[in-house]
């Protein structure tokens, strides 16, 4: 465990976090994360991203597999894929403290083309190892970025290269190289991906998907799936759902008004689709979420 990370992580979320327990920095795609209890189910399609724990524990689930990670191990999610976490040690003491940094795909690409790695063909999209000692160390030197704002645009980026390096060099390397094939599927999925995360509330045709991928449907279609674990209606559907359930847990929003600003034409519909992701309808789902979170008070 790097105390010194652990402490700088947790200054600045004393200072900086919203009451949802999030920091979010300066430095793009660094990202801080409290949690003073245990956590409900978290949904999402995540993006490539690692998670450093620096204290407390966390379940992932992606499909069938979960994955435990306590202080001192580092989270590596490789693709968009859709997880269900949850935040299963934290107290008001000892609250659950992380660092999460969003993987940049051309860095790697261009680390990789320096270092002459190879990419990797397949391998689990999700997987937890010890944090290596210089990832930590790399780290560090970011967090303490942020105490003089003014040399976060001059020394930031070069930083974030150097964590990158340190990922592709350790542990993590042969997972995460898979992501920086020239123009390899993963990128061109990538770039698939980035539309429906900006326009999910819209009709897209797999066509339109297909050609910002540079691929023909059919091998979009296989591609995508083999990506993301999901073809591009499911993952549409699955952020629908993830947004429209954010919008009446945090903003309070009623189930028909949440239906229609993700997207959906039907009511109904979309109460049935959400029984089956999140397990109860969506005014049930709401009240048990809320009963939780008062019990946690």
């Known amino acids: 465990m790097n105390h010194t990370l652990l402490n700088a992580v947790r200054r600045y979320l004393e200072a900086y976090a919203d009451p949802a327990g999030l920091a979010q920095t300066p430095i793009p795609g660094l990202t801080t994360i409290r949690s003073t209890s245990p956590s409900g189910l978290v949904y999402a399609i995540s993006r490539p991203l690692v998670c450093l724990v620096l204290q407390g524990s966390k379940q992932v689930a992606m499909g069938t597999q979960t994955f435990s990670f306590d202080a001192g191990d580092s989270l590596l999610i490789t693709a968009d894929v859709p997880t269900v976490s949850q935040v299963t040690r934290a107290s008001a003491d000892a609250p659950y403290l992380s660092l999460v940094l969003d993987l940049d795909l051309a860095v790697i690409a261009d680390l990789m083309v320096e270092m002459r790695a190879l990419p990797v063909a ?106 993301t674990s999901l073809s591009p209606l499911q993952f549409q559907k699955q952020l629908r759902l993830i947004e429209a359930r954010r919008l009446m847990m945090a903003e309070g929003a009623s189930a028909s008004s949440a239906a229609f600003a993700v997207g959906y034409e039907s009511v109904s519909q979309f109460t049935r689709e959400y029984g089956r992701m999140f397990g109860l309808p969506p005014a049930k789902d709401t009240e048990a979420v809320r009963s939780w979170a008062e019990a946690g008070e």
């Open 122 to 227: 397949d391998g689990a999209h999700v997987r937890s190892e010890p944090t290596d000692a210089e990832v930590a160390d790399a780290a560090v030197r970011l967090m303490r970025l942020l105490d003089r704002p003014a040399s976060v645009p001059v020394l930031h980026a070069q930083l974030v290269r150097e964590l990158h390096y340190w990922l592709l060099a350790g542990r993590h390397g042969a997972a995460i190289r898979r992501l920086g094939g020239p123009d390899g599927h993963a990128q061109r999925v990538a770039r698939a991906v980035a539309v429906l995360r900006t326009e999910f509330a819209s009709p897209l045709p797999v066509d339109r998907l297909a050609a910002t991928a540079g691929m023909s449907p059919s091998s979009f279609h296989h591609h995508f799936r083999a990506v």
